[in-house]
Each structure stands twice: as C-alpha cells, then as structure tokens.
C-alpha cells in the first residue's frame, strides 16, 4: 500500500516559483505529479522513475519544472518556476507500485491511467 500526502501549493504571481512537496510511503515503481485544472481533463507533469533513476515531462511544463527525490526523507518534489496562470490547477502526486516509467513518458506523454495511488491534492493559484 502506497500512501501520498502533496504540500505547498499556494497563491503566486506570474513569473513566480513554488516547491511543491509529496511524502510517501511504501515501494513506488514510478511516481509523479498530475494536475487537474477547473473544466479540464487531469494531465501529466512529470514523472520520476526510481529504477533507471530517469525523470521525464510533459511538453507544456518542460524547461519550468523540476522533478526530484530526497530518498532519505521518501519525498518526492517539483520545482516550478516562471509560473504562468494556465498552471493554475490543483496539483496530484500519484505513484504505481508495480509498473515502472514506460516509452510513452519518455516522450512526455504521462496519463492518470499510469498510476494507482493518488495523494488528496494541494492547490496552486497562479496570478496576471
């Protein structure tokens, strides 16, 4: 059983930066963040792969944001910097037990599908 608990969301202007923090525990064969906007489907950010110790993202995000992994405290992080309000959304840590990183996020396509446990979700706001 995996379990997942997001903090740091919060309000920013545009141009800003906010950490994002995930604590996990149990075995992850892969872990990531999703985010869901109002109105929109959820879609991947990114994602970290502990067995090739890879990290792949979407094409939206790439070049903004940075994935990574303090193993000693089992936290999983995302860096995001020049924020722009179409980050606005609440933002997901989710992890797969049993199925690692795949082609498809290698090439920045990260579905919901992918994962099996999903953290409660922390909001980022993002102001013009």
């Known amino acids: 059983q995996v379990q997942l608990v997001e903090s740091g969301g919060g309000s920013v202007q545009a141009g800003g930066s906010l950490k994002l923090s995930c604590a996990a525990s149990?075995?992850?064969?892969?872990i990531g963040w999703l985010r869901q906007a109002p109105g929109k489907e959820r879609e991947g950010v990114a994602v970290?792969?502990?067995?090739?110790?890879?990290?792949y993202y979407a094409v939206s995000v790439k070049g903004r944001v940075t994935i990574f992994q303090d193993h000693a405290k089992n936290t999983l992080y995302l860096q995001m910097d020049s924020l722009e309000p179409e980050d606005t959304a609440t933002y997901y840590c989710?992890?797969?037990?049993?199925?690692?990183?795949?082609?498809?996020?290698?090439?920045?396509?990260?579905?919901?599908?992918?994962?099996?446990?999903w953290g409660p979700g922390t909001q980022v706001t993002v102001s013009s």
């Open positions: 989710a992890a797969s037990a049993t199925a690692g990183c795949n082609l498809l996020h290698r090439a920045g396509d990260i579905r919901p599908a992918d994962f099996d446990y």
């Open positions: 149990g075995y992850t064969a892969k």
């Open positions: 970290s792969c502990p067995r090739s110790g890879r990290t």
